[in-house]
């Protein structure tokens, strides 16, 4: 099943308010992930449900930056995309390679890491989205694809190309 954004907003916002952070690893923790470094050569992350027990794997020697977001990114597949992720076979490694599924988890950590007010504050001092991303901790792909969001809500200001399989 495929989302529209103002759904994947809310479920960011609901998770947010209910775990009372936006830390990604205290999310994770609030929500029973177990998150387990291993040596991916090129694959960042990955979420897959063993015997009942979500984990995320993750990339052993990720930047902080892209770590954190990468470990919101494989949260928003357990928000939005557990069903499916229940239906693999155990000990199967979880890739979802549909595009509409990683914009969607992309869309959630964005969500989350960087919110309205922060971002529309580095917009009125006059950041471009690569200033904001390194303001900001973040990718400047995650920066565009927030902002083009925010366009989409009804924020004035010019969209910024960005790439969805960043995290690849």
Do not use: W
Request: net charge negative; with cysteine; charged share 25%.
């Amino acid at each position: 099943m495929y989302y529209d954004n103002d759904h994947i907003i809310k479920q960011a916002h609901k998770l947010i308010d209910e775990a009372g952070t936006t830390d990604p690893a205290l999310l994770a923790e609030y929500l029973g992930i177990e998150i387990k470094p291993v040596p991916f050569k090129k694959q960042k992350g990955v979420y897959q449900i063993i015997e009942d027990i979500p984990f995320i794997f993750i990339k052993e020697d990720l930047s902080p930056e892209i770590y954190n977001i990468v470990i919101l990114h494989e949260i928003g597949h357990d928000r939005l995309h557990q069903d499916i992720a229940k239906a693999f076979a155990e000990y199967n490694l979880f890739d979802m390679q549909t595009s509409r599924m990683e914009y969607e988890a992309n869309l959630f950590a964005a969500e989350i890491s960087l919110p309205d007010d922060e971002i529309l504050e580095c917009i009125y001092q006059g950041m471009d989205v690569s200033q904001i991303a390194r303001a900001m901790y973040s990718d400047i792909n995650l920066v565009a694809l927030k902002t083009s969001d925010m366009i989409r809500r009804g924020y004035n200001f010019n969209p910024v190309d960005h790439q969805n399989d960043f995290l690849k």
